[in-house]
């Protein structure tokens, strides 16, 4: 495999339901990233993960909990999510969270609809 | 503070037409910029940059885009527009170390032909 990729594709859940997102990358980069992109609103930076620590939360409710156990892996977790917070969640890795934050190399993106 | 305006919500063009998304930055200075393209069910991919020196930059797909400071605009052209290119185009900037990317709303390009 190369590039990013996201697991599951597609997720349905109730307002009530634990899940996670998957994210892995196999560039080899060292800062990874979780983006909401909903329709008719720019795409939001949610968290940044450099080197395995969380550089930045942009003020993102705690109902989303994000896990990077390593600099190839980010997860997303969910629970009592809001049906406001259906949307396309994307994941992209960068080889430098600094000097390179603009080339991002996305994943294909997880469709969540919360019921 | 800090944005990306992207003017244009959908553009429509011909098949072998010219095109020209537009985007302007607001920004103190002169950011690193820039553009994305998103096909329908896709992430984004990377299409260009600019950081510094000649202010026309060369991408993939056939596309470039010119800087222009007096204007604080860096729009995306394309000689000759394939069908392939229908997609949502996003433009983005940042300045140097620790600031975030910042996107604008995108622009939804159809091509007809």
């Known amino acids: 495999e190369t590039g990013v990729t996201q697991t599951p594709r597609h997720l349905v859940m109730g307002m009530t339901n634990k899940k996670s997102l998957k994210c892995e990358q196999h560039l080899g980069h060292n800062a990874m990233y979780w983006y909401k992109q909903s329709a008719k609103k720019p795409l939001e930076l949610m968290f940044v993960y450099n080197f395995k620590e969380q550089t930045e939360n942009n003020s993102v409710p705690s109902r989303f909990s994000p896990e990077c156990p390593n600099s190839s892996h980010l997860f997303l977790h969910l629970h009592t999510l809001q049906p406001e917070d259906s949307a396309l969640y994307l994941c992209?890795?960068?080889?430098?969270?600094?000097?390179?934050?603009?080339?991002?190399?996305f994943g294909e993106g997880s469709r969540l609809t919360v019921l | 503070a800090q944005s990306v305006t992207q003017p244009d919500i959908h553009i429509t063009v011909s098949e072998g037409a010219s095109l020209e998304l537009r985007c302007n930055y607001s920004?103190?200075?002169?950011?690193?910029l820039f553009w994305y393209v998103q096909s329908p069910g896709q992430g984004l991919q990377l299409l260009l940059k600019y950081f510094s020196g000649d202010t026309l930059v060369q991408g993939i797909k056939g596309f470039e885009a010119e800087f222009k400071r007096s204007q604080s605009s860096f729009n995306l052209r394309k000689p000759s527009v394939h069908w392939s290119d229908a997609a949502e185009y996003f433009c983005?900037?940042?300045?140097?170390?620790?600031?975030?990317?910042?996107f604008g709303a995108g622009t939804i390009l159809r091509v007809k032909s």
């Open positions: 920004y103190g200075a002169t950011p690193y």
């Open positions: 992209a890795s960068s080889q430098d969270p600094d000097r390179e934050a603009g080339e991002l190399f």
């Open positions: 983005a900037a940042h300045m140097e170390y620790g600031n975030k990317l910042v």
